[in-house]
Nanobody
Framework: QVQLVESGGGLAQAGGSLRLSCAAS????????MGWYRQAPGKQRELVAS?????????GDSASAKGRFTISRDNGVKTMYLQMNSLKPEDTAVYYC??????????????????WGQGTQVTVSS
């Protein structure tokens, strides 16, 4: 019924850039807080950045991401973005999008739920 689909991952060289997208689809009534998380091999999933419906942003504690990544969203097309510049090998991870949303189920009932995308791999070579 509802899907979050990430795209834009891939292989980049250190110092390069990538732009991730997260497109939401389905019978979505309200798309609220959204966020990007990442999980490197052997590590816990961590918050990269989050954004509210009205565009207020928050960045995670990862010192390496601050100042290099920018989160944004386009509510008109239900899509969130993560612009990643000056990439470093330590940015290598699977990047996941997350959204708090309200959707209509097949019985036309409102359901509030947190959704995750399937993840997109970002690999940065040195």
């Amino acid at each position: 019924q509802v899907q979050l689909v990430e795209s834009g991952g891939g292989l980049a060289q250190a110092g390069g850039s990538l732009r991730l997208s997260c497109a939401a689809s389905g019978r979505i009534v309200s798309l609220n807080d959204m966020g990007w998380y990442r999980q490197a091999p052997g590590k816990q999933r961590e918050l990269v950045a989050s954004i509210t419906n009205d565009g207020s942003t928050k960045y995670g504690d990862s010192a390496s991401a601050k100042g290099r990544f920018t989160i944004s969203r386009d509510n008109g097309v239900k899509t969130m973005y993560l612009q990643m510049n000056s990439l470093k090998p330590e940015d290598t991870a699977v990047y996941y999008c997350n959204a708090d949303l309200v959707y209509l189920n097949p019985s036309d009932e409102y359901v509030a739920q947190k959704y995750w995308g399937q993840g997109t791999q970002v690999t940065v070579s040195s």
